[in-house]
């Protein structure tokens, strides 16, 4: 299966105000069968993650002519991302699942399902290049825990 995210709407789904550039905004993912369904929220307009939620992360709109975004090399990420495989202390899986995720926005891992095992919900993904599948667990992160996440891999991939 093959997941199309949308980039970035720029408009909130709640107030439908255009998001201005440096605004913090929330990114939610909804599992709508066979496709993901991204929606963006204005922190005004955030209430928290909605139940029915797949994913969500917290991101800044980027300011005109400064084209910031992400640039990470992404073998250097994968490879990251494989090396944390067999780790099982918590913040190694909180990190690895940052990871996954920004390596589907990258579109080097492709979603394949959701599997639960030792009353953990892993995370299938395939490797769009070797075609390998990896499991991630889903640390269903709160917000601040996965702001704090989000910023040591940050931090760590010299993003900061």
């Not at 992400?70 to 994968?78: C, G, Q």
Request: glycine share 6%; charged share 30%; hydrophobic share 35%.
């Amino acid at each position: 299966m093959n997941y199309e995210i949308k980039a970035n709407s720029l408009r909130c789904a709640i107030t439908g105000r255009e998001l201005r550039p440096g605004e913090k905004f929330y990114s939610v993912l909804y599992d709508r069968g066979a496709t993901l369904e991204r929606q963006d929220y204005s922190a005004e307009g955030w209430q928290g993650p909605p139940a029915d939620a797949f994913s969500f992360w917290m991101g800044r709109v980027p300011n005109k002519g400064t084209g910031t975004r992400l640039h990470v090399d992404e073998e250097a990420l994968f490879d990251f991302f494989q090396r944390l495989t067999d780790e099982t202390e918590p913040r190694k899986q909180n990190f690895r699942y940052i990871l996954a995720l920004l390596l589907m926005r990258k579109k080097r891992l492709k979603f394949e399902g959701v599997r639960t095992e030792n009353e953990a919900e892993c995370l299938i993904l395939r490797c769009a290049r070797t075609h390998r599948t990896y499991k991630v667990v889903n640390p269903h992160l709160s917000e601040e825990e996965l702001a704090s996440v989000q910023d040591e891999v940050h931090q760590v991939l010299g993003l900061t």
